[in-house]
């Protein structure tokens, strides 16, 4: 039987093309993140299984690559449970290994810890457009910060990033856990029914307003309590004055010093933002992982369609490691669907130094050979790109094909 020439499903090969604006993107979010004082780290691809499965990571829980024990502790035969042949998988995003890391390296780490992180994660998740089973990650955290000056940095350093790549007009949604529990202890809900309450308010951008209360309705939720929820959304105006609102309203039900940081996150973005964008306090903004624990945010792009962006905090999540609290916040970029999305728009990486080629006649002798080699050393010494061919015999073809790569200076050499 012959091999299969595709990749599995959900993970792609990736041209020279592509993969010139994934390393230029990589370079520029490197840059970019350091001159805000992130440090770069690596984690393993691989966690154990109890770490993935601590009911931190939502549903993503439910799409992890497994993988089986090795050698002479997998024993299939004797197995009862899943527990008998599973004792790690891959990563599915890069929190939950930022938070092991931390816990057990942080007194070596400066306080408060910015740490930068990218990496390949796995998720057995059903593919589309700007979605793969393999992915890159790119966050940025900062550990050990209580106050909202970490919510601060996070988003100025990433629609910074943003802004370098041409993007514009994007919105940056933000909400506080302490907000969502807070409307809906207000209208009436139970604590236990705070989630499925939320599972549905997160389709709001889907079903909209009618559907979210039809659907709620359904799933056996008072009316009353249904109606004083949506009424309150319909209330609530997306920027300062909608924090403010709802600090009123919600007296009793909401910490005030959920809102002050809310508002003060806002206000203070907007003051310093470089790039072109636009902040919106969403009360519907739910965010899927349960170990966010106070501001939630996303990136909206329209060009897009939806979300390429996403964090918040999780003040409990490294306390599970070592049963201390420690005050965390993290941002990630969806690096696909930005480098998917700069594809689409045929960028073009920007370069100030001259990519050469030199196609060399058949049968070119030695002293040539040798004087173009010298050519082209002392050229890349000076940090340009020299690439030496043989000539083909549709050279026609040949030039098309590296004009097409960027190279502007192509030199025939023949050896008359």
């Known amino acids: ?13 990736m041209m020279p093309s592509e993969m010139e604006v994934r390393d230029y993107v990589i370079g ?19 966690e154990h299984i109890e770490n993935l499965c601590s009911k931190q990571g939502g549903d993503n829980e439910k799409l992890i690559f497994k993988i089986l024990k090795r050698g002479e502790k997998l024993k299939i ?11 790690g998988g891959l990563r599915y995003d890069l929190t939950v290994p930022l938070s092991r890391y931390y816990a057990n390296h942080a007194n070596e780490l400066p306080a408060p810890f910015k740490a930068l992180q990218m990496g390949n994660v796995w998720r057995a998740d059903r593919p589309q457009r700007g979605r793969f089973r393999q992915f890159m990650q790119c966050d940025i955290d900062i550990l050990g910060e209580p106050s909202n000056l970490a919510e601060i940095e996070l988003i100025l350093a990433t629609t910074t990033l943003l802004g370098k790549l041409d993007f514009h007009n994007f919105t ?7 907000f969502l529990k807070a409307m809906a202890a207000y209208s009436g809900f139970k604590e236990e029914d705070y989630d499925n309450v939320f599972i549905t308010l997160d389709k709001m951008d889907k079903i909209g307003l009618d559907g979210v209360a039809a659907e709620l309705k359904e799933n056996g939720y008072a009316e009353e309590s249904v109606e004083k929820y949506l009424d309150l959304f319909k209330e609530i105006t997306g920027d300062v004055e909608g924090v403010r609102m709802c600090k009123e309203k919600l007296q009793g039900y909401l910490a005030p010093e959920a809102a002050d940081g809310l508002e003060m996150i806002i206000s203070c973005v907007e003051q310093e933002k470089e790039a072109d964008f636009r902040m919106k306090f969403d009360p519907t903004l739910v965010r899927g992982m ?3 624990t ?17 964090g918040g905090r999780y003040d409990k999540m490294i306390g599970k490691f070592t049963g201390q609290d420690t005050p965390a916040v993290g941002f990630s970029i969806g690096f696909e669907r930005i480098v998917m999305l700069l594809l689409e728009r045929g960028y073009q990486v920007p370069t100030s130094r001259p990519k050469k080629a030199y196609l060399l006649e058949k049968k070119i002798s030695r002293e040539k050979l040798l004087e ?5 050393k ?39």
């Open 1 to 13: 039987m012959a091999l299969k020439k595709k990749p599995v499903t959900g993970m792609k090969d």
């Open 372 to 376: 173009v080699l010298d050519q082209a």
């Open 77 to 87: 035969d004797e197995a009862k449970e899943e527990a008998d042949l599973v004792d």
């Open 294 to 310: 106070g501001t939630i945010f996303e990136i909206s792009m329209d060009e897009f369609g939806g979300s390429v962006g996403g």
């Open 378 to 416: 002392a050229e890349r010494a000076a940090g340009n790109q020299v690439m030496i061919m043989n000539m083909k015999k549709n050279k026609k073809f040949q030039k098309e094909q590296l004009a097409e790569q960027g190279y502007t200076d192509i030199t025939e050499v023949y050896n008359g």
């Open 172 to 178: 940056i949604r933000i909400n506080d856990r302490r």
């Open 290 to 292: 349960s170990y966010y």
């Open 28 to 46: 520029l979010i490197k840059d970019t993140y350091k001159t805000f004082g992130f440090s770069s780290i690596e984690t393993p691809c691989v």
